[in-house]
Nanobody, 124 residues
Framework: QVQLVESGGGSVQIGGSLRLSCLASGFSLSNYAIGWFRQAPGKGREAVSCISMQDGPTYYPDSEKGRFTIVTDKAKNTVYLQMNSLKPEDTGMYYC?????????????????WGQGTQVTVSS
C-alpha cells in the first residue's frame, strides 16, 4: 500500500534552515505530484509547496520560492523540502501528500494519501 514517511523536522532558531524528507513507497505511477502542507497550532492545513513529475515545482505563495526549494530524487523515491531563513510563522506540523493526478494543487482535498507529519518549531 502507499506509504509516505516524513522526516527532518526539529527545533531551530529564527533564520535557521531545515531539510524535510518525504519517502514515498507502494505505488508505481510515472505522473503524480507530491505536496507539502503545514498545519500551525489551532489552524487548518495550508499548502507550502508541491512538485509535479510532469510540470516541476510550485510554491505557495510563489514568493516563497526564494526561501523554500522542493526537489525530487527518483532513485531514492524521496522528495525534499529545503527551508531557509525560517520564521516563527513557519512553525507547525509538516505533512507530505500524494496526488495521483499529474498536476500540483494547493487544495488539500485533491490529495489521495498523507504521511503522519514531522514537527517544525522556529523560535528566538
Amino acid at each position: 500500500q502507499v506509504q509516505l514517511v516524513e522526516s527532518g523536522g526539529g527545533s531551530v532558531q529564527i533564520g535557521g534552515s531545515l531539510r524535510l524528507s518525504c519517502l514515498a513507497s507502494g505505488f508505481s505511477l510515472s505522473n503524480y505530484a507530491i505536496g507539502w502542507f503545514r498545519q500551525a497550532p489551532g489552524k487548518g492545513r495550508e499548502a507550502v509547496s508541491c512538485i509535479s513529475m510532469q510540470d516541476g515545482p510550485t510554491y505557495y505563495p510563489d514568493s516563497e520560492k526564494g526561501r523554500f526549494t522542493i526537489v525530487t530524487d527518483k532513485a531514492k523515491n524521496t522528495v525534499y523540502l529545503q527551508m531557509n531563513s525560517l520564521k516563527p510563522e513557519d512553525t507547525g506540523m509538516y505533512y507530505c501528500s500524494l496526488d495521483v493526478g499529474p498536476f500540483c494543487t494547493d487544495h488539500e482535498w485533491k490529495y489521495d494519501y498523507w504521511g503522519q507529519g514531522t514537527q517544525v518549531t522556529v523560535s528566538s
